[in-house]
């Protein structure tokens, strides 16, 4: 189809059955029938697309596949019950014992697990780079290195990493580049069109963007999924047809909610940047921001995540989480709901100050994933939360 995102979005559509529905239904159910003997042959030998069997395929989840490869100009994908489930089999489908990653150090926690605490299982190590600095990246490379991982931006300090240089060491080296675009979503970012081979999203953040269901996608070039699918539909991650369908539907909204949740963080960057409770403000699209014609180049907008500094270090920034009325405190991002969260108490409280630092998380660090509530609510509740 050559018509716009928005179109596709909405008009990428399983084929109707004899009922002439509207809005795709729902299919609930684990196996498909075979017209006869043959029929059934052919299915199994893949000389014929049909479903057999919910965990290979479902019309439902093909339908949601279809939209995010369309959306980030991919070959192929697979969707996943969550996205660790996708990260986690797009590694294993493609490393073998012996091999090596090179990602950027500020990667989703649980995928740094992968790497530190499951992959060595398998005699897979990993070597990190700084988000700052790239020059770096080629040192790290090793004859065995086949992989080259990164997040942009980041979690949760929103850096930003220039996909064109990721690109330009992974060719010169003959190595994967595997980007993790969940914070971007496919209508702000598409990693492909810079070199990447493979795009990572967790489908639970943005792409649902209303806080119900969990989800993973990998899309890419096809010989390279052909290898992800098999590995799957063995060992059995797939997404259920049921979050496929609410995912599907969210996606006919997603570049109206994400524009919207970019405006909202953008005005809510520019009123913390002005605030005296605040050391600084990190968001993409602000003149401030260290990378920030990185992000004017591969970025359509600058995302929903603002990331500050609450001055007085770790007391404050719990101080402040203690005083928000209506942002939510929780672990997710990308909801309607406005959510604050403390890094440095929280989901990084494991780490060193020296290792925080080194991702930037400072103590005072606090991160908001901005909603779609009226903006002037979201300013008057973050107001007030600074006001001690
Ligand atoms: C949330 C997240 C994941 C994991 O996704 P789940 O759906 O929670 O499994 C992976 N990468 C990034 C960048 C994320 O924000």
Redesign the pocket.
């Known amino acids: 189809m050559s018509k716009n995102f928005e179109t596709r979005a909405i008009r990428t559509q399983t084929e109707r059955t004899q009922f002439s529905e509207h809005s795709v239904p729902l299919y609930l159910t684990s196996s498909f029938t075979f017209d006869d003997a043959e029929d059934m042959r052919a299915s199994f030998a893949e000389e014929k697309e049909k479903n057999l069997y919910s965990r290979f395929s479902n019309p439902n989840t093909t339908e949601f596949v279809n939209k995010i490869v369309d959306m980030e100009g991919a070959e192929a994908g697979y969707a996943?019950?969550?996205?660790?489930?996708?990260?986690f089999s797009t590694f294993a489908a493609l490393l073998n014992s012996g091999d090596h990653i090179v990602s950027s150090r500020s990667?989703?926690g649980?995928?740094h697990s992968l790497f530190t605490k499951y992959f060595p299982k398998w005699n897979i190590e990993t070597s990190y780079f700084k988000i700052n600095e790239p020059e770096t990246i080629e040192s790290l490379i090793q004859p065995n290195t086949k992989i080259l991982y990164a997040?942009t931006p980041?979690?949760p300090a929103v850096d930003i990493i220039d996909l064109e240089i990721l690109d330009g060491i992974a060719k010169k080296h003959n190595l994967l580049l595997v980007i993790?675009n969940?914070?971007a979503t496919p209508y702000l970012q598409n990693p492909i069109k810079y070199g990447a081979d493979l795009v990572?999203?967790?489908?639970?953040?943005l792409i649902d963007g209303q806080g119900r269901v969990?989800?993973?996608v990998t899309v890419g070039r096809s010989d390279l999924i052909r290898e992800i699918y098999l590995f799957s539909r063995n060992t059995g991650p797939a997404m259920s047809p049921f979050n496929a369908w609410v995912l599907s539907k969210s996606l006919e909204t997603l570049s109206i909610r994400v524009e919207k949740h970019c405006g909202n963080a953008l005005k809510v960057a520019t009123f913390l940047e002005g605030h005296d409770q605040v050391n600084f403000v990190k968001y993409p699209f602000l003149k401030s921001h260290p990378q920030y014609e990185v992000a004017k180049k591969q970025m359509r907008l600058g995302g929903n995540i603002v990331a500050f500094e609450v001055k007085g270090g770790i007391e404050a920034g719990r101080t402040f989480l203690n005083r928000v009325k209506m942002c939510s405190l929780s672990a997710?991002?990308?909801d309607t709901r406005t959510i604050a969260t403390h890094p440095a108490s929280t989901t990084h409280s494991k780490l060193s100050e020296a290792d925080r630092l080194e991702v930037g998380i400072t103590d005072g660090l606090v991160r908001c994933s901005i909603g779609l509530e009226n903006v002037e609510d979201i300013i008057e509740d973050l107001n007030q939360a600074l006001s001690f």
Do not use: P, R, W
Request: negative net charge; glycine residues 14%.
């Open positions: 996943f019950a969550t996205g660790m489930a996708a990260v990667v989703f649980s995928t997040e980041t979690n993790d969940c914070f990572i999203h967790s489908a639970t953040k969990l989800g993973g997710n991002l990308g």
